[in-house]
């Protein structure tokens, strides 16, 4: 043998012909009978050149001996997973998943087979995630992300403010859905509330964030803390935006205070760390505390009835102030800005009109330092840039997985073979899903399995357990055509699936995290023969026959999860097939999709309903059908759940 040949699965073949992977295939003396095109470019060496040499040979001795233990477990009949990394001639990290497996002839290891993976995007991607929130962790504000309605992520200071350990524990212990919910109802005019108008809190701030500070009351053991907000959406997620919340109750109380006479004034600014000024309609400084001298380096008696023109401040800078003053004066509000000093110190001004028989006499300011506020600020959108670029590495790492799952959806074209007409539905709700359909030719060409199958939940989460479904089929597979004598049987097939699927999940143990499984059917059919066998788990075959529409149950039991009886018996269904009779198996998607005018699901009785009335049609017409009924029923409500639905005529 000099090539990759018959002890090849032949998709595995093309596969690994065209995959960025390391793929190499030797006989149980470690001679090389197989490298693909991208083992050729990685390790400089042709196909033609490696086949026939000692792997120790290609991969050098260090290589070869550090994996030797893994390549002696795979001669014994094992598949043997490795993660590992090492240090590139470059001084770079490449980490790689290697999987080594046996190669059968004649039920006998005659070799092996090692495809190694590159990781290193995965491994990195983690790191990124870990350092941005750490590094969000560190921040004194309570940042968080939101919708506007539902809390999505939050940092350690919001935790402590609220002591709870995580977004679950907070919205059970405030009974709330998102930090809005924690908002003082009896806040003063102003404060931000669930909706401000017609915008929801985040929104109003977003779209009201030139020249304006907005501020939350939080009320937490019958104490009243303020908050300063600010937020921004983070692009790359529509609808999800970020906020931060700043503690302002000490600078809040303060302010509050300066409305007092003029002695409890005195008493209390004197003492403030905050640069506090009083200013006529002229914008002559009639008062400034000692904080204004320690922070502008100016003696305080030198501001006492000049302007900041006189002053010698820069006429735009001047300008600013100026203007901010005039505000209050012809609003009769208070007013905020931020301004730059020369100095290169960040400024937050509030200013407070002092009110006498409704004219404003004067405006009394205060000024903190927030430069650090601005660094962090700095360090936050920095932040937020590596949490997209986290986010879109995770994206692409999705849709390269859509690849990797549509790789095992069959050939339809396979189909042909042993049915006069066929259609396949398959709609993953996200960019990957949990159904799955399998298609497989046994032991000659007149016998066949049909598997339509639902695992737990959608996205990424569901497609890893098609994964784990697919690898077990493998092994079913490989039983029923290693083995002649066997009697197919769909239900020894689900019942192998429930038993592996508890096995490998380690789902006997009751402390066990993993509480994943599926509902399908299993459709055994032999064309010479004109049987068809069915068994279902929680899953209906409905068929046509003599124009007649019919449904048999499967039996009312799931595949694995930690409830399910391992031991439990599913039950073969019979039908003797005539020609022009036609088969259909969905998943829950299609018959649990709501809409229509009171939102309910789409049923069993519309599914019936298509199938009586255009199973005359071809295959073809009729996936329409069902796709538009489907999507005519659903009309604007979101899409539920992943759908699959095939259908075939004998």
């Known amino acids: ?69 893994y390549y002696k477990r795979a001669l014994k009949g094992y598949k043997v997973e490795r993660k590992g990394s090492f240090e590139k001639i470059d001084g770079s ?36 995630k870990e350092f941005t929130q750490t590094l969000i962790d560190t921040q004194h504000q309570m940042i968080i992300t939101t919708n506007g309605k539902e809390l999505v992520t939050a940092n350690e200071r919001f935790y402590d403010f609220f002591a709870v350990d995580d977004v679950n524990e907070f919205m059970e212990s405030y009974d709330a859905r998102c930090i ?3 908002f003082n109802t009896n806040a003063p005019d102003g404060y931000l509330q669930v909706k401000m108008g017609r915008e929801t809190w985040i929104d109003y701030v977003i779209s009201h964030s030139f020249g304006e500070i907005h501020k939350a009351m939080i009320t937490r053991d019958g104490n009243d803390f303020i908050f300063s907000v600010t937020a921004a959406k983070l692009s790359g997620n529509e609808g999800l935006k970020s906020a931060v919340f700043t503690d302002i109750t000490d600078m809040e109380k303060a302010q509050t205070e300066l409305s007092l006479e003029e002695k409890k004034f005195r008493s209390l600014t004197e003492g403030s760390i905050d640069s506090i000024m009083r200013f006529d309609g002229e914008y002559r400084h009639l008062y400034v505390n000692p904080a204004t001298a320690e922070l502008t380096g100016i003696p305080a008696e030198l501001f006492l009835g000049k302007t ?68 962090n600020e700095i360090e936050i959108n920095d932040a937020k840039n590596q949490i997209e670029d986290i986010h879109r590495h995770t994206q ?36 990957v899903g949990g159904d799955i359909y399998l298609f497989e030719e046994l032991r000659d060409s007149d016998e066949c399995l049909l598997m339509v199958i639902d695992c737990t939940g959608h ?46 999940l380690n789902q006997h143990n009751k402390e066990s995290m993993s509480n994943a499984g599926f509902d399908g059917g299993v459709i055994y059919f032999n064309k010479k023969e004109n049987i068809l066998k069915f068994a ?28 399910s ?63 538009n009924e489907l999507e005519a029923y659903q009309g604007d409500e979101e899409t539920n759940d992943d759908v699959a639905v095939v259908g075939f005529k004998i």
């Not at 279902?536 to 039996?555: C, Q, R, S, V």
Request: net charge negative; with cysteine.
């Open 1 to 69: 043998m000099n090539s990759l040949d018959k002890p090849f699965d032949y998709t595995f073949k093309n596969f690994v012909e065209s995959a960025p992977v390391l793929c190499l295939a030797a006989d149980s003396n470690f001679i090389t009978t197989y490298v693909n095109p991208f083992y050729e470019k990685i390790h400089n060496i042709t196909l033609e050149q490696a086949i026939g040499k000692h792997i120790r040979d290609i991969i050098g001795e260090e290589g070869f001996h550090d994996n030797l233990e």
């Open 93 to 128: 990290v490449h980490h790689y998943h290697a999987i080594y497996s046996p190669i059968y002839t004649n039920k006998e290891v005659v070799g092996l087979t090692g495809v190694v993976l590159d990781i290193t995007s995965e491994v990195e991607i983690e790191k990124q």
């Open 180 to 182: 809005c919910d924690t």
């Open 308 to 375: 900041h023109e006189e002053m010698g401040f820069p006429l735009d800078f001047c300008k600013t102030l100026d203007d901010a003053i005039d505000v209050v004066f012809q609003t009769k509000e208070s007013h905020r800005i931020e301004f730059l000093l020369p100095s290169g110190i960040w400024i937050d001004w509030m200013l407070f009109p002092e009110i006498d028989n409704d004219d404003v006499i004067a405006v009394m300011t205060t000024a903190r330092d927030i430069t650090k506020q601005k660094e």
């Open 396 to 431: 692409e790492s999705i849709e390269y997985a859509s690849l990797i799952q549509g790789a095992l959806i069959p050939d339809n074209t396979a189909f042909k073979n042993y049915f006069q007409d066929y259609f396949a539905i398959w709609h993953p709700k996200d960019v």
């Open 459 to 504: 996205g990424v989460a569901g497609a890893f357990v098609t994964m784990l479904v697919k690898a077990i089929e493998r092994q079913i597979i490989a039983k029923i055509n290693n083995d002649h004598s066997i009697e197919v049987s769909p239900a020894w097939i689900l019942a192998y699936f429930n038993r592996k699927m508890k096995q490998l």
């Open 536 to 563: 279902g788990a929680e899953t209906p075959l409905f068929y046509i026959e003599d124009e007649e529409l019919k449904m048999i149950k499967g039996n009312r039991h799931s595949i694995g999860y930690k409830t």
């Open 565 to 627: 009886d391992s031991e439990y018996e599913f039950k073969d269904h019979i039908v003797e097939t005539r020609e022009n009779m036609s088969f259909y198996l969905t998943t829950d998607g299609y018959l649990d999709q709501n809409g229509g005018e009171k939102s309910f699901p789409f049923g069993k009785k519309r599914f019936k309903a298509i199938i009586e009335e255009y199973h005359t049609e071809s295959m073809a017409d009729q996936q329409g059908f069902f796709l």
